[in-house]
Structure formats: structure tokens, C-alpha cells
């Protein structure tokens, strides 16, 4: 079992930056990859970035066209931590977002963490 803790979220503007934060505990997720999540209102929720499982050369990402040049995700395995950066934040990045492994794991789903962009 592995609980997520998201954090990191806020208000920000357009065009603005933020860096999201996720604590993984219970277990090591050194061996799993690992994504990000969103879903806002009315919305289902859809896949934002993923990160494979460290090797000791490389890590290997991939993005949803609409983040893509924008966001960075990257881990830190000794904090058993995953990481969102966020830059150039638009309207439409509005949601909740939430880290699990990937693919997903319907019982590891967090709280999540609201970030919210105004025009």
C-alpha cells in the first residue's frame, strides 16, 4: 500500500509558476513509474506527465500535448518524492492534481492539490 500526499498547489496567474510536491510513503516507489494526474470541474481526469522508474544511467518522461514545453516532472528516490514543475500556467490549467504510479493504481489516489490560474 502506498498513501500520496500532494502539495503545492495555489492561485497564481497567467503566465506564472508553481511546483508540486508529492510524498509517497508506505512502501519505496524506487521501481515504479510514476505520473501526474488532473482533473478539473465537470472534467474526467487525465494524465499530465509520467516518469519511468530510475535506472542508474537515466530516467525517461512523457507528457500530454497540452503541457508539453511546459511542465517538468522529475523524482528524488531518496525522498521517495515526485515533482511537478509547472511554468507558463494557463487558465485551462485549472484542476486538482494528484500523483500516482503509472499506470494508476485506483487505491493509491491521494487528496490531490488544487492549483488554480487567473487570466
Known amino acids: 500500500q502506498v498513501h500520496m500526499v500532494e502539495s503545492g498547489g495555489g492561485l497564481v496567474q497567467a503566465g506564472g509558476s508553481l511546483r508540486l510536491s508529492c510524498a509517497a510513503s508506505g512502501r519505496t516507489i524506487r521501481w515504479d513509474a510514476m505520473g501526474w494526474f488532473r482533473q478539473a470541474p465537470g472534467q474526467e481526469r487525465e494524465f499530465v506527465a509520467s516518469i519511468s522508474w530510475a535506472t542508474w544511467t537515466s530516467t525517461s518522461t512523457n507528457y500530454a500535448d497540452a503541457v508539453k514545453g511546459r511542465f517538468t516532472i522529475s523524482r528524488d528516490n531518496a525522498k521517495s518524492t515526485v515533482y511537478l514543475q509547472m511554468n507558463s500556467l494557463k487558465p485551462e490549467d485549472t484542476a486538482v492534481y494528484f500523483c500516482?504510479?503509472?499506470?494508476?493504481?485506483?487505491?493509491?489516489w491521494g487528496q490531490g492539490t488544487q492549483v488554480t490560474v487567473s487570466s
Open positions: 500516482n504510479t503509472n499506470p494508476p493504481d485506483y487505491s493509491y
